[in-house]
Protein backbone atom coordinates (compact mmCIF):
# COMPACT_ATOMS: atom_id res chain seq x y z
CA UNK A 1 0.00 0.00 0.00
CA UNK A 2 2.40 2.46 1.53
CA UNK A 3 4.63 1.81 -2.45
CA UNK A 4 1.19 2.42 -4.23
CA UNK A 5 0.65 5.75 -2.12
CA UNK A 6 3.81 6.44 -2.88
CA UNK A 7 3.93 5.89 -6.59
CA UNK A 8 0.69 8.15 -7.05
CA UNK A 9 2.37 10.73 -5.25
CA UNK A 10 5.28 10.74 -7.33
CA UNK A 11 2.86 11.01 -10.70
CA UNK A 12 0.56 13.69 -9.12
CA UNK A 13 4.03 15.79 -8.64
CA UNK A 14 5.30 14.97 -11.97
CA UNK A 15 1.98 15.91 -14.10
CA UNK A 16 1.57 19.30 -11.59
CA UNK A 17 5.25 20.00 -12.59
CA UNK A 18 4.29 19.45 -16.10
CA UNK A 19 1.00 21.10 -16.23
CA UNK A 20 2.61 24.50 -15.32
CA UNK A 21 1.20 26.82 -12.19
CA UNK A 22 -0.52 24.72 -9.56
CA UNK A 23 -4.48 25.04 -9.57
CA UNK A 24 -5.68 24.90 -5.76
CA UNK A 25 -7.05 21.96 -4.25
CA UNK A 26 -9.84 24.29 -2.86
CA UNK A 27 -10.63 27.54 -3.75
CA UNK A 28 -13.06 29.69 -1.98
CA UNK A 29 -13.51 33.41 -3.04
CA UNK A 30 -16.01 35.91 -1.51
CA UNK A 31 -18.10 33.18 -0.44
CA UNK A 32 -21.17 34.70 1.19
CA UNK A 33 -24.01 32.59 3.15
CA UNK A 34 -27.70 33.78 4.31
CA UNK A 35 -30.18 31.30 5.79
CA UNK A 36 -33.41 32.92 5.81
CA UNK A 37 -34.92 36.25 5.03
CA UNK A 38 -35.66 39.67 6.02
CA UNK A 39 -36.15 39.58 9.75
CA UNK A 40 -35.05 36.24 10.35
CA UNK A 41 -32.11 36.72 7.96
CA UNK A 42 -29.28 34.72 9.87
CA UNK A 43 -25.33 35.93 7.95
CA UNK A 44 -23.45 32.63 8.34
CA UNK A 45 -20.41 33.52 6.42
CA UNK A 46 -19.87 37.19 5.35
CA UNK A 47 -16.59 37.50 1.96
CA UNK A 48 -14.93 34.23 3.09
CA UNK A 49 -12.34 33.63 0.79
CA UNK A 50 -9.01 31.42 1.29
CA UNK A 51 -6.89 29.33 -1.17
CA UNK A 52 -5.77 25.77 -0.31
CA UNK A 53 -2.63 23.85 -1.93
CA UNK A 54 -2.85 20.54 -3.11
CA UNK A 55 -1.81 18.19 -0.23
CA UNK A 56 -2.40 20.73 2.91
CA UNK A 57 -3.45 19.86 5.80
CA UNK A 58 -5.68 22.95 6.46
CA UNK A 59 -7.35 23.48 10.44
CA UNK A 60 -10.51 25.92 10.73
CA UNK A 61 -11.19 27.14 14.05
CA UNK A 62 -13.67 28.85 15.47
CA UNK A 63 -16.78 29.33 18.00
CA UNK A 64 -20.06 27.57 17.58
CA UNK A 65 -22.34 29.35 14.91
CA UNK A 66 -19.46 30.80 12.85
CA UNK A 67 -20.12 29.43 10.31
CA UNK A 68 -17.95 25.91 10.04
CA UNK A 69 -20.49 23.19 8.81
CA UNK A 70 -22.05 25.88 6.67
CA UNK A 71 -18.62 26.25 4.72
CA UNK A 72 -18.42 22.38 4.65
CA UNK A 73 -21.40 21.82 3.39
CA UNK A 74 -20.76 24.70 0.69
CA UNK A 75 -17.50 22.66 -0.50
CA UNK A 76 -19.36 19.18 -0.72
CA UNK A 77 -22.01 20.92 -3.05
CA UNK A 78 -24.48 19.87 -0.30
CA UNK A 79 -25.66 23.69 -0.56
CA UNK A 80 -24.89 26.72 -2.84
CA UNK A 81 -23.75 29.71 -1.65
CA UNK A 82 -25.81 32.92 -1.59
CA UNK A 83 -22.84 34.48 -3.16
CA UNK A 84 -19.30 33.85 -4.37
CA UNK A 85 -17.51 30.96 -5.97
CA UNK A 86 -15.89 27.73 -5.01
CA UNK A 87 -13.96 25.38 -7.26
CA UNK A 88 -12.36 22.28 -6.71
CA UNK A 89 -9.45 21.19 -8.38
CA UNK A 90 -10.15 24.49 -10.43
CA UNK A 91 -14.08 23.07 -11.13
CA UNK A 92 -16.72 25.38 -9.47
CA UNK A 93 -18.81 23.36 -7.20
CA UNK A 94 -22.31 22.84 -8.49
CA UNK A 95 -23.98 19.74 -6.91
CA UNK A 96 -22.12 16.82 -4.66
CA UNK A 97 -19.13 15.24 -6.49
CA UNK A 98 -16.75 12.26 -6.16
CA UNK A 99 -13.73 14.37 -5.47
CA UNK A 100 -14.73 15.22 -2.21
CA UNK A 101 -15.00 12.60 0.63
CA UNK A 102 -16.89 13.80 4.01
CA UNK A 103 -15.66 12.43 7.60
CA UNK A 104 -18.65 13.61 10.17
CA UNK A 105 -18.88 13.92 14.12
CA UNK A 106 -20.52 10.88 14.51
CA UNK A 107 -18.66 7.88 12.55
CA UNK A 108 -22.72 7.05 11.03
CA UNK A 109 -21.84 3.33 10.37
CA UNK A 110 -24.54 0.98 9.34
CA UNK A 111 -24.98 -1.36 12.14
CA UNK A 112 -25.95 -4.81 9.90
CA UNK A 113 -22.70 -4.44 7.72
CA UNK A 114 -19.46 -5.67 8.87
CA UNK A 115 -16.90 -3.06 9.15
CA UNK A 116 -15.14 -4.17 5.48
CA UNK A 117 -18.35 -3.51 3.98
CA UNK A 118 -19.40 -0.07 5.66
CA UNK A 119 -16.04 0.64 3.88
CA UNK A 120 -16.99 -0.71 0.47
CA UNK A 121 -20.31 1.29 0.93
CA UNK A 122 -18.73 4.06 -1.32
CA UNK A 123 -17.89 1.50 -4.07
CA UNK A 124 -21.69 -0.05 -3.94
CA UNK A 125 -23.14 3.08 -4.35
CA UNK A 126 -21.16 4.69 -6.77
CA UNK A 127 -21.61 1.23 -8.69
CA UNK A 128 -17.42 1.09 -8.99
CA UNK A 129 -15.32 -1.86 -9.55
CA UNK A 130 -15.72 -4.71 -6.67
CA UNK A 131 -12.22 -6.53 -6.23
CA UNK A 132 -10.24 -3.07 -6.87
CA UNK A 133 -12.68 -1.38 -3.97
CA UNK A 134 -12.64 -4.66 -1.88
CA UNK A 135 -8.60 -4.35 -2.21
CA UNK A 136 -8.18 -0.73 -1.74
CA UNK A 137 -10.83 -1.16 1.51
CA UNK A 138 -8.62 -3.57 2.76
CA UNK A 139 -5.46 -1.63 2.34
CA UNK A 140 -7.00 1.24 4.01
CA UNK A 141 -8.34 -0.84 6.96
CA UNK A 142 -4.92 -1.63 7.87
CA UNK A 143 -4.07 1.51 6.76
CA UNK A 144 -5.83 3.11 9.96
CA UNK A 145 -4.49 0.35 12.00
CA UNK A 146 -7.59 -1.90 11.45
CA UNK A 147 -6.51 -4.60 9.96
CA UNK A 148 -8.10 -8.31 11.37
CA UNK A 149 -11.51 -6.33 12.33
CA UNK A 150 -13.01 -6.21 8.42
CA UNK A 151 -15.75 -8.88 9.57
CA UNK A 152 -16.52 -7.09 12.94
CA UNK A 153 -19.74 -5.30 13.05
CA UNK A 154 -19.59 -1.61 14.38
CA UNK A 155 -20.97 -2.49 17.60
CA UNK A 156 -18.11 -4.32 18.52
CA UNK A 157 -15.50 -1.17 17.94
CA UNK A 158 -14.67 1.70 20.11
CA UNK A 159 -16.06 5.05 19.35
CA UNK A 160 -12.16 5.57 17.76
CA UNK A 161 -12.16 2.48 15.85
CA UNK A 162 -15.45 3.42 14.28
CA UNK A 163 -14.37 6.68 13.84
CA UNK A 164 -11.13 5.54 11.67
CA UNK A 165 -13.61 2.74 9.78
CA UNK A 166 -15.33 5.96 8.54
CA UNK A 167 -11.94 7.56 7.76
CA UNK A 168 -11.32 4.77 5.31
CA UNK A 169 -14.69 5.23 4.25
CA UNK A 170 -14.09 8.51 3.52
CA UNK A 171 -10.65 7.73 1.63
CA UNK A 172 -11.99 4.48 -0.29
CA UNK A 173 -12.88 6.08 -3.25
CA UNK A 174 -10.04 8.17 -3.33
CA UNK A 175 -11.32 11.24 -3.42
CA UNK A 176 -8.28 13.74 -3.33
CA UNK A 177 -9.91 16.70 -0.92
CA UNK A 178 -10.98 15.09 2.30
CA UNK A 179 -13.69 17.28 4.42
CA UNK A 180 -13.77 16.19 8.19
CA UNK A 181 -16.36 18.01 10.33
CA UNK A 182 -15.35 17.67 13.94
CA UNK A 183 -14.46 13.99 13.31
CA UNK A 184 -12.76 13.39 17.00
CA UNK A 185 -15.36 15.79 19.05
CA UNK A 186 -17.30 13.07 20.37
CA UNK A 187 -14.06 11.00 21.49
CA UNK A 188 -12.49 11.30 25.31
CA UNK A 189 -9.21 13.14 25.61
CA UNK A 190 -6.84 10.29 24.98
CA UNK A 191 -8.28 8.24 21.95
CA UNK A 192 -9.04 12.06 20.70
CA UNK A 193 -4.92 12.28 21.69
CA UNK A 194 -4.42 8.95 19.37
CA UNK A 195 -6.55 9.74 16.60
CA UNK A 196 -4.82 12.77 16.41
CA UNK A 197 -1.31 11.22 16.11
CA UNK A 198 -2.89 8.35 13.49
CA UNK A 199 -4.91 11.24 11.55
CA UNK A 200 -1.23 12.77 10.91
CA UNK A 201 0.25 9.83 9.60
CA UNK A 202 -2.79 8.49 7.55
CA UNK A 203 -3.08 12.20 5.89
CA UNK A 204 1.24 12.07 4.98
CA UNK A 205 0.54 8.25 3.60
CA UNK A 206 -2.60 9.13 1.47
CA UNK A 207 -1.22 12.76 0.14
CA UNK A 208 -4.47 13.62 0.54
CA UNK A 209 -5.94 17.15 0.85
CA UNK A 210 -7.96 18.02 4.20
CA UNK A 211 -9.79 20.73 5.37
CA UNK A 212 -10.69 19.66 9.48
CA UNK A 213 -13.00 21.62 11.43
CA UNK A 214 -12.43 21.86 15.09
CA UNK A 215 -13.56 23.43 18.29
CA UNK A 216 -9.71 22.66 19.96
CA UNK A 217 -7.09 25.09 19.39
CA UNK A 218 -4.06 22.32 20.45
CA UNK A 219 -5.84 20.06 18.04
CA UNK A 220 -5.64 22.27 15.00
CA UNK A 221 -2.14 23.26 15.82
CA UNK A 222 -0.83 19.83 15.99
CA UNK A 223 -2.87 18.70 12.78
CA UNK A 224 -2.64 21.68 10.53
CA UNK A 225 -0.22 23.19 7.78
CA UNK A 226 -2.36 26.25 8.13
CA UNK A 227 -5.24 27.36 10.67
CA UNK A 228 -8.04 29.24 9.43
CA UNK A 229 -9.62 31.53 12.69
CA UNK A 230 -13.08 32.66 12.32
CA UNK A 231 -15.36 34.99 14.04
CA UNK A 232 -19.43 34.23 14.38
CA UNK A 233 -22.06 36.23 13.41
CA UNK A 234 -21.16 36.82 10.52
CA UNK A 235 -18.68 34.04 9.87
CA UNK A 236 -15.55 35.96 8.50
CA UNK A 237 -12.13 34.81 8.42
CA UNK A 238 -10.20 36.76 11.03
CA UNK A 239 -6.53 35.55 10.01
CA UNK A 240 -4.93 32.75 8.57
CA UNK A 241 -1.76 31.35 10.48
CA UNK A 242 0.89 29.04 9.44
CA UNK A 243 2.34 26.94 11.76
CA UNK A 244 5.84 25.96 11.72
CA UNK A 245 6.37 22.93 13.48
CA UNK A 246 8.06 20.75 11.58
CA UNK A 247 6.44 17.25 10.44
CA UNK A 248 6.20 14.33 11.67
CA UNK A 249 4.65 15.94 15.21
CA UNK A 250 4.21 13.59 18.22
CA UNK A 251 2.60 14.71 21.02
CA UNK A 252 5.95 15.86 23.23
CA UNK A 253 5.76 19.05 20.21
CA UNK A 254 2.87 20.16 21.97
CA UNK A 255 4.96 21.25 24.92
CA UNK A 256 7.21 23.54 22.45
CA UNK A 257 7.24 27.03 22.86
CA UNK A 258 6.40 27.41 19.67
CA UNK A 259 3.22 25.59 19.72
CA UNK A 260 2.13 27.87 23.25
CA UNK A 261 2.43 30.63 20.90
CA UNK A 262 0.48 29.31 18.57
CA UNK A 263 -2.25 28.47 20.75
CA UNK A 264 -2.31 31.67 22.66
CA UNK A 265 -2.27 33.61 19.60
CA UNK A 266 -5.65 32.08 18.59
CA UNK A 267 -7.08 32.38 21.54
CA UNK A 268 -6.19 35.88 21.65
CA UNK A 269 -7.82 36.35 18.53
CA UNK A 270 -11.03 34.24 19.78
CA UNK A 271 -11.02 35.74 23.06
CA UNK A 272 -13.92 38.21 22.67
CA UNK A 273 -16.17 35.88 20.91
CA UNK A 274 -16.02 32.72 23.36
CA UNK A 275 -16.78 34.68 26.53
CA UNK A 276 -20.60 33.78 26.80
CA UNK A 277 -20.25 30.83 24.45
CA UNK A 278 -22.03 28.13 26.29
CA UNK A 279 -21.65 25.14 23.86
CA UNK A 280 -19.86 22.82 26.69
CA UNK A 281 -16.11 23.23 24.82
CA UNK A 282 -14.87 25.80 26.45
CA UNK A 283 -12.38 23.77 27.82
CA UNK A 284 -10.70 22.97 24.56
CA UNK A 285 -9.56 26.73 24.25
N1 LIG B 1 -30.33 25.51 7.69
C1 LIG B 1 -30.16 26.60 8.42
N2 LIG B 1 -31.16 27.51 8.55
C2 LIG B 1 -30.99 28.62 9.28
N3 LIG B 1 -29.85 28.95 9.94
C3 LIG B 1 -28.84 28.08 9.84
C4 LIG B 1 -28.93 26.87 9.08
N4 LIG B 1 -27.74 26.20 9.18
C5 LIG B 1 -26.95 26.96 9.96
N5 LIG B 1 -27.59 28.10 10.35
C6 LIG B 1 -27.05 29.18 11.19
O1 LIG B 1 -25.85 29.61 10.57
C7 LIG B 1 -24.88 29.92 11.57
C8 LIG B 1 -23.63 29.07 11.31
O2 LIG B 1 -23.95 27.70 11.60
P1 LIG B 1 -22.88 26.52 11.47
O3 LIG B 1 -23.55 25.27 11.90
O4 LIG B 1 -22.27 26.57 10.15
O5 LIG B 1 -21.83 27.00 12.57
P2 LIG B 1 -20.61 26.17 13.20
O6 LIG B 1 -19.47 27.12 13.30
O7 LIG B 1 -20.41 24.92 12.45
O8 LIG B 1 -21.18 25.84 14.65
P3 LIG B 1 -20.83 24.60 15.60
O9 LIG B 1 -19.39 24.76 15.94
O10 LIG B 1 -21.73 24.81 16.79
O11 LIG B 1 -21.15 23.34 14.85
C9 LIG B 1 -25.52 29.67 12.91
O12 LIG B 1 -26.00 30.87 13.43
C10 LIG B 1 -26.66 28.71 12.57
O13 LIG B 1 -27.72 28.85 13.48
Not at 73 to 81: A, E, I, N
Request: charged share 20%; net charge neutral.
Amino acid sequence: MASVIASELVTRATAAQAAGPPVSALSVQNVSMVFNRGAAAVHALDQVSMEVRDGEFIAIVGPSGCGKSTLIKLVSGLRPPTAGRLAVHGRQVMKPRGDVGIVFQSPVLLPWRTILDNVMLPIDVLKQDQAAGRERALDLLKLVGLGGFEKAYPNELSGGMQQRAAIARALVYDAPLLLMDEPFGALDALTREQMNSELQRIWSASGKTVIFITHSIPEAVFLADRIVVMSPRPGRVLKVIDNPIPRMRTLDDMLRPEFGTLVREIRGLLGSYVAGESNGSSSDW
